[in-house]
Nanobody
Framework: QVQLVESGGGSVQAGGSLRLSCVVS????????LGWFRQAPGKEREGVAA???????YADSVKGRFSISRGDAAKTTLYLQMNSLKPEDTAAYYC????????????????????WGQGTQVTVSS
C-alpha cells in the first residue's frame, strides 16, 4: 500500500509563488515515476509534472514556471515549486504514484497512476 499526503496549497496573487510538498510512504514499492496533477472545477484532471528517476516532464502550460523535484536521500518527499502563478493555475493539486513502471508517453496521464493523495487547493487571484 502507498500513501501520499500533500501540503503547501494556499491563496496567492497572480505572479506569486507556492511550493507544494507530498510525503510518500512505501517508496520501495513504487516504480519509476511520481507525478503532480490538478483538477479545476468542471474540468478533467490533468497532468502537471512528473519525475521518473532523473527525468522530468511538464505540461506545456507550466513549462518554465513549475519545477518538480524529489527531496532527501530516501526520496520520500516530492515537491512542486510553482512560480509566476496565473489565475488559470487555480485547482486542486494531487500527487500520485503508479503501480508499475511507466512509458514516457504515460508520465502525465492520470489513468496510469494508481495511488493518489487527498489533494491541496491552490487559488490564484488576479
Amino acid at each position: 500500500q502507498v500513501q501520499l499526503v500533500e501540503s503547501g496549497g494556499g491563496s496567492v496573487q497572480a505572479g506569486g509563488s507556492l511550493r507544494l510538498s507530498c510525503v510518500v510512504s512505501s517508496v520501495g514499492g513504487l516504480r519509476n515515476c511520481l507525478g503532480w496533477f490538478r483538477q479545476a472545477p468542471g474540468k478533467e484532471r490533468e497532468g502537471v509534472a512528473a519525475i521518473c528517476a532523473r527525468a522530468t516532464f511538464y505540461a506545456d502550460s507550466v513549462k518554465g514556471r513549475f519545477s518538480i523535484s524529489r527531496g532527501d536521500a530516501a526520496k520520500t518527499t516530492l515537491y512542486l515549486q510553482m512560480n509566476s502563478l496565473k489565475p488559470e493555475d487555480t485547482a486542486a493539486y494531487y500527487c500520485a504514484a503508479p503501480m508499475r513502471s511507466l512509458a514516457i508517453s504515460e508520465t502525465l496521464t492520470p489513468g496510469a497512476y494508481t495511488y493518489w493523495g487527498q489533494g491541496t487547493q491552490v487559488t490564484v487571484s488576479s
